[in-house]
DNA sequence: GACCAGGCCGAGC
DNA sequence: GCTCGGCATGGT
């Protein structure tokens, strides 16, 4: 089955919004989306090859449409945007599974992406179901609730992972419905998410942005805390209140798509510096 | 041996 | 309400 360019498979799985994926030895992106085995290849044209799911999953997990196009045109006036909107057009937000999302991004703080991706990929190696080929789904909140802290320490959780087990506990009881959430107000979902040990502000809007759809959740990082203030405050030292208000003054409810633009185009110019 | 990584928590004002 | 130190771990 194909999916149409552009859609750049490197910039959206591999960017620090999902965890999970690994290249195999041709390249091709393989992954699970729910208990599904999936595998992306990207098409020299921009387009993309995938196994192992139908196209309406695909294109609900990379957000093909049409309000996201609308978004894309909006934010191509912005003219600090206009560049990065066009050049990296294959740039996709991806809508995840919340509960799997939380665990990374509370596995995200003060950590970084290549850590991030080993200790994920660990714990759906240690407790998730496997599907095939050592590829395992990823644990549900139930049977990491039951986790000893030892055994998640162990795998690289270091000092968070008394936080996961208590928030893999508050979901599995149903006190937070991580479900119920999609949609709701950037202020319902922020509200709720902090609720759950180890999620903050930032990762709750990560979660929000990335699972939610919560479209005007701005997370803000030690990158865009950066970004925001060189390209629009003269390298100024800012709070994250002020760039959360910036950012809600100048993008409204296209802020979260921005983030992901200024988020990409930033850890770019790092690497090529690097 | 510092410093950094998609921050959060708890203590002390 | 705000600021600040500590924090597991592995890579530069």
Redesign the pocket.
């Known amino acids: 089955m194909l999916l149409p360019a552009p859609l750049d498979l490197s910039a959206s799985l591999d960017?620090?919004?999902a965890f999970r994926w690994v290249r195999d030895a041709e390249g091709a992106y393989v992954g699970t989306l729910g208990a599904r085995l999936v595998r992306l290849r990207q098409l020299p044209g921009g387009g993309v090859a995938a196994t192992g799911a139908q196209r309406r999953t695909l294109e609900r997990y990379f957000r093909i449409e049409p309000a996201d196009a609308l978004r894309r045109e909006r934010l191509a006036k912005d003219e600090v945007l206009y560049e990065a909107v066009t050049t990296h057009a294959g740039l996709r937000l991806l809508r995840q599974e919340p509960w799997e999302a939380t665990v990374g991004f509370l596995t995200?703080?003060?950590?970084?992406?290549?850590?991030i991706s080993g200790i994920m990929r660990a714990l759906a190696a240690r407790h998730g179901e496997e599907i095939e080929d050592a590829i395992h789904a990823f644990p549900s909140a139930a049977v990491l609730a039951r986790a000893r802290e030892s055994d998640l320490?162990k795998l690289?959780l270091?000092?968070r992972a008394p936080?996961l087990r208590d928030t893999a506990r508050l979901v599995a009881k149903g006190e937070v419905d991580l479900d119920a959430l999609r949609g709701a107000s950037w202020a319902e979902a922020r509200e709720t998410l902090l609720r759950l040990?180890?999620?903050?502000?930032?990762?709750?809007d990560?979660i929000a942005l990335f699972a939610l759809d919560v479209d005007e959740a701005f997370?803000i990082?030690?990158?865009?805390l950066r970004a925001v203030s060189e390209t629009f405050f003269g390298g100024r030292a800012l709070r994250p209140r002020e760039v959360e208000a910036f950012a809600r003054d100048r993008w409204g409810a296209d802020a979260g798509l921005a983030?992901?633009f200024l988020?990409h185009a930033a850890r770019s110019d790092a690497r090529r510096k690097a």
């Open positions: 960017g620090g919004q995200s703080a003060n950590n970084n992406v290549l850590r320490r690289g270091g000092y936080f040990p180890g999620v903050g502000p930032k990762v709750a990560c997370p990082d030690r990158w865009i983030q992901q988020f």
